[in-house]
């Protein structure tokens, strides 16, 4: 006779520590922790600060009596016109710097949520870019506004002011809030969302070298070509590639467009923002089907 010991099966493991399922701010605090952690981001942010700030002090220092600017807060926009560029490029190495050393598959594993990891990489990095473009353009056009207040106006003879075609009344009245809001505001964004933008690239790329060369195209050959087809005499498709190149619109911001109208600056950036947010969406869809 066979008697069979009634057994009850074996309960299933239980972890001492609480498991939860993971969202997208396990994968934000990640990728803040990453950012941060790198030199590449001290080097590039750092000589971006140093650039805007920089160049915009080194303008306002140029500026002499016989010579006012419309716009006092332009002086700010050769610094970050080369500021953009580090920005850029940490963009890239935000995504390409993971596929160069091999760690992305690391972080795949840890969040196989692909599509999780690059919002989270675009967020951290966006709100970094932003917040330090923000003090830094604002510092630059704080330091150009008061070197411009503190000049004298212009010598006058006959109750008229000396020629000068860019003259207009000294004083705050000269400024107005859109013209702040622009040259703070809307540069940081403007300046933010190339650098989203590069984020993007560097995703479908997956290549530093190759995506930051593009994003260098992407920001000069608008403009270099335009300037060589107006030289040919064609002059409509010229201004079309001024007008709605990324430096112009840039430019617009701070109210001294190289073609069309100041008030695009608003319509560039928006236009910007459409054009990051369909390659974002891109890169999402193509990483979302690779291997790695």
């Known amino acids: 006779m066979i008697v069979e010991d009634a057994v009850s099966p074996k309960a299933g493991y239980a972890s001492p520590i609480p498991v939860r399922r993971t969202h997208l701010g396990d994968a934000l605090a990640s990728e803040w922790t990453k950012i941060r952690s790198v030199r590449s981001t001290m080097w590039t942010l750092g000589v971006m600060l140093v650039l805007v ?3 915009g002090a080194l303008t306002a220092a140029s500026r002499t009596d016989s010579i006012y600017v419309d716009d006092p807060l332009s ?3 050769a610094g970050l016109v080369l500021g953009q560029v580090c920005i850029v490029t940490l963009g890239v190495l935000v995504v390409t710097s993971e596929y160069s050393t091999g760690m992305v598959r690391t972080t795949f594993t840890a969040c196989p949520q692909r599509v999780r990891v690059l919002a989270a990489k675009g967020i951290v990095f966006f709100g970094l870019a932003f917040g330090l473009t923000a003090v830094a353009a604002t510092l630059a056009a704080l ?3 008061a070197a411009v207040s503190t000049e004298e106006p212009p010598i006058v003879y006959d109750g008229d002011p ?10 705050s009245e000269s400024v107005t809030t859109g013209d702040w809001l622009g040259a703070t505001v809307g540069a940081s964004l403007y300046v933010a969302l190339l650098g989203l933008l590069a984020v993007g690239v560097g ?15 992407f920001l000069l050959l608008p403009l270099v070509i335009g300037v060589f087809v107006q030289a040919s005499g064609s002059q409509d498709l010229a201004e079309n590639l001024i007008e709605y190149s990324p430096l112009n619109g840039l430019a617009s911001l701070y109210g001294i467009p190289m073609e069309g109208s100041a008030d695009n600056g608003w319509t560039l950036l928006i236009l910007l923002a459409a054009v990051t947010a369909a390659v974002l969406g891109f890169a999402a869809s193509v990483m979302s089907k690779r291997d790695v």
């Open 53 to 55: 700030i920089g160049v």
């Open 75 to 77: 002086g700010a926009f």
């Open 143 to 145: 330091i150009n506004y």
């Open 162 to 171: 000396v020629d000068m075609p860019h003259y207009h009344e000294y004083g």
């Open 203 to 217: 995703a479908l790329l997956r290549h530093t070298a190759g995506a930051i060369t593009t994003m260098l195209g």
